[in-house]
């Protein structure tokens, strides 16, 4: 299929007369109707027809000349392009080369509504095309195609993306398959898809989608951005939230979402003054694990006569939830209790893991995680609960920003159990059964234990670690074939190799914590210079 330009149309570098771009935009329009229905019926050459055109058609129709509206806005771009007449000439111009210059189609944003759903921004996802409301298949729908939903309609977060017609089966045209949005687009039709009304589906899959409606949340009349009278902004206008089923939970979701910490009372009464314009009744229904509160279950009743003095209120810690590690060997490891409204308690869980952890390593300074540990019944705390079922991604600054719910709260999944943490700060070694604190059996406490080193090539410059690690001075024997007796337990470290110049003797070459192919028959030891002083003797008898 070849395009003719009549000789007597004229393209320089100033472009093309108004009156030709028309008739050329016409031109192209006729063909490209024509190629698509071609395309169809012969199912050949798809590159030229087909999947150029699937964005702006339905198959097995002609293409309407106002859908294939095109005009070429870069022909004067063409270097050395000239097409004179005063030479009679035809110029002929493959599809595949028209199709790769720049061009412009007018296509607008697709208007989206959602239908059947028990508020604004909640129902079947419906689209417009082509003057008539459609629905969208469920095929690969998910909460990143819901943002952009909910985004495009000024409803807030996407909650949920329900599948299988939740809200009903739609009617007419199904316009949208295979919907595959990477959530930062502004609307739905901005997301790839199969082409309008290219579908397998019928409207048993008709997605669905869950929206917050809610696009604010702040904090008014406190002395601090972490307390006060809570206002939610609902599509677009700012109310006080009623207090009529606001509680703890509630509260401490918000906190965590405003950055604040944590929730350590909801005063009443108007504590923070009236507020202005609507009091919104809704309830949120959270129990304290969720990120943000529009998370939480909700039930949406709007505006109602709830008084301003009635409005909810919440005072955040707006530091991080005090905690500590009891019952270890070091402040870096041990059971987790956390301190709140004047009292420690204990955080149970049942899915504790490394995660947490890191988190609690970090919030306290104790460098990274070792384990995370579930202690064994006699090490287990009989105060109040603190926190239980906490949720961390691991990236957290302190143990508040995670998912977590409060003492009181109703969720309760699975055996809940007291939780521990080892970090890398609770690492420690001491000399023991020698003359004094700076000779003995070498033992290290690593992962809540304490074990012996093997003395696979140990030497002087191991020991010179470990005397000025301990700050006993410089090493004037390294001791080898358990000379200050057998040790138990654990055997932590094999075939060590410091330069001498290490900090520490878990800074030198060694083999992996824990293995090794010793017995304590080959504990090892060692004996400083600080021994001599700690008892006022003179090394070289």
Known sequence: MLLHLDRHWSIGPDGI?????SKLSDMIAELLSTIY????SSREDPDDGRKALQRTSSPGKPLELEEAQVVAVALSDLHGTSIQREHSQTHFVGLKALLTLPVLVFEGTAEVRLADGDRRCAGRVEVKHQGQWGTVCDDYWDIFDAAVVCRQLGCGVALEAPLYAYFGQGSGSIWMDNVHCNGTESALSDCTHNGWGQTNCDHTEDAGVKCSAYTGLRLVNGSTACEGRVEVEVLGTWGTLCASRWDLSDAHVLCRHLGCGFAESIPGGGHFGRGTGPVWRDSFHCDGTEAHLGQCPVTALGASPCSQENAAAVICSARPMPLRLVGGESRCDGRVEVFQHGTWGRVVDEQWDMQEASVVCRQLQCGEAEAAYTPVRAERGRGPVGLRGVQCAGHEADLSLCNTSLPQSTLVTGIMEDVGVVCWGSRRVRLVDGAGRC?????????????TVCDDAWDLADAAVLCHQLGCGGALEAAGSAQFGEGSGQIWLDGVNCSGAEDA?????????GQHYCGHKEDVGVICSGLCLEWGWEWGW
């Open 17 to 21: 007369h108004p009156r030709v771009l």
């Open 37 to 40: 229905q071609q395309s169809w």
């Open 439 to 451: 000779a003995g059996r070498v033992e290290i406490y690593y992962q809540g234990r304490w074990g």
């Open 505 to 513: 003797l878990w800074d030198c070459p060694a083999e992996v914590w």
